[in-house]
């Protein structure tokens, strides 16, 4: 599997938009502070999506699936860039929520995903931090709806 990886990297790496295959890409195959740096995030993003799950099992469902799918593509070891649809999917659940200067960002992110075709030059998708906003953004959503006022 460690072969693979390798050729995977090499071979795909500027597309690679997950948080450890983008840090893995930026750092080298096999680099150490890229795997701690990369892992550790999906990790603490992975765990955060599960106590939001666990906290509130059945209010709103749909942003609970749509932040799960975010994690996945996030999380995984080497996702490619074509994945974020699967987020896209996601802020189209939240998008009636969000405030207008929300908005304004999200059609900005929109048009910066066009920037895809320069990742030959920049050497990494700039899909990997729209994503991860993307999905930063679909958490706060959740926590924001579920929110429960403190006991005074």
Known sequence: ASSFRDL???ANGDNFISLPGFFENLAGSG?????VCGYG???LFGLGVAYLWWRSPTELPLERFALAAAAVVIAAPQTLYYDAG?????????????????RTWLV???LLTWLQPLTEILGWSPLGPISWAAAALIAWRLISATARPTPV
Do not use: M
Request: no cysteine; net charge positive.
């Open 41 to 43: 995030l999906a990790v």
């Open 108 to 110: 900005i992110a929109v």
């Open 86 to 102: 699967l987020i896209l999917l996601g802020l189209v659940a939240v998008q009636p929520w969000i405030g207008k200067p929300i």
């Open 8 to 10: 995977n990297v090499a």
């Open 31 to 35: 680099s150490l502070p890229a795997i």
